[in-house]
């Protein structure tokens, strides 16, 4: 699939030079399996970016435009991928919000990626990175664009049987992975780290936590150790993209069952919210 773009609603890939995304991460973004021409989890999606786009300041975007604009991409691939991009637009120098803001939007699809095909329901290896994060608390749990961190952590390896790393913060709390967040099951209760601070607060993860009564699981919201989540019966990493992978190995610790996560996998297709 050839990628497509609008930018503010104009076939095209090019921004200004003076857009405050481009200079400082001024904005926020969304990424949007689509599948037989349908966006999943399109309401959660916007309703994340707009909560960003009140955390930053940012005018809202009108949905339904970004809706149309993402649904005149689309075509007869069975799986596509749509990301949306809100930047405050450009500005001048220096870090001042300028008066009367005009926003710019980014839709564009791409081909599904074919690192995704690699993942498989049999589970993932995922080291511990070095890298910790920063707590922000006005910033977390938002998609914007700075992506540095994730960059960083994602740096520190190379070798192709790791899918993922663990990232902390200082603390040494476990907060996600660099591109995913992270369950652990104990029994029939249902853990997932406390994002208050850091980390992002993942599509996915709002929907498995919101039918965790529907799955028979007790959820709890809390921080978690790296020696808490290494005594669990069960891990799983989980975004938009390839949504829900069991986790075999997390540095020299084995997971040997995945019963549980493949029940969460196989209803969280049924209700059509990750990708088959």
């Known amino acids: 699939m050839a990628e497509k773009y609008l930018v503010n609603g104009i076939s095209s890939n090019e921004i200004s030079a003076q857009d405050r995304g481009l200079h400082y991460g001024d904005g926020l973004f969304e990424t949007i399996a689509v599948v037989n021409k349908k966006l999943l989890c399109w309401d959660e999606h916007i309703k994340r970016l707009v909560k960003g786009c009140e955390k930053l300041n940012i005018p809202t975007p009108d949905k339904k435009v970004l809706e149309n604009e993402a649904l005149s991409l689309l075509d007869d691939k069975e799986k596509a991928v749509v990301k949306i991009i809100i930047t405050r637009g450009t500005g001048g120098r220096g870090y001042k919000i300028p008066e009367n803001i ?3 939007r980014i839709v564009f699809i791409s081909s599904w ?4 095909n690699k993942y498989s329901n049999t589970g993932i290896n995922v080291r511990v990175c070095e890298y910790r994060y920063a707590k922000n608390s006005r ?6 664009l700075n992506r540095l961190e994730q960059i960083i952590a994602r740096s520190e390896w190379n070798e192709e049987d790791i899918t993922e790393g663990l990232v902390l913060d200082h603390d040494e709390h476990v907060i996600e992975g660099t591109m995913s967040n992270l369950f652990c099951i ?7 780290p406390d994002l208050t601070h850091s980390g992002i607060d993942g599509v996915i993860r709002s929907k498995i936590i919101d039918l965790s009564r529907e799955l028979n699981f007790e959820i709890e919201i809390k921080n978690i150790t790296l020696e808490f989540l290494l005594d669990m019966d069960e891990v799983f990493m989980c975004n938009s993209i390839m949504g829900v ?8 610790k084995k997971f040997d069952t995945h019963k549980k996560t493949d029940t969460i996998i196989k209803t969280l297709e049924e209700h059509e919210i990750i990708p088959l």
């Not at 990626?113 to 995704?116: G, M």
């Not at 910033?139 to 914007?144: C, E, N, P, T």
């Open 102 to 104: 005009k926003p710019a």
């Open 113 to 116: 990626p074919d690192h995704v």
């Open 139 to 144: 910033l977390a749990g938002i998609k914007h």
């Open 186 to 192: 104990s029994g029939n209760k249902l853990y997932t």
């Open 245 to 252: 992978r069991p986790v075999k190995k997390i540095e020299d």
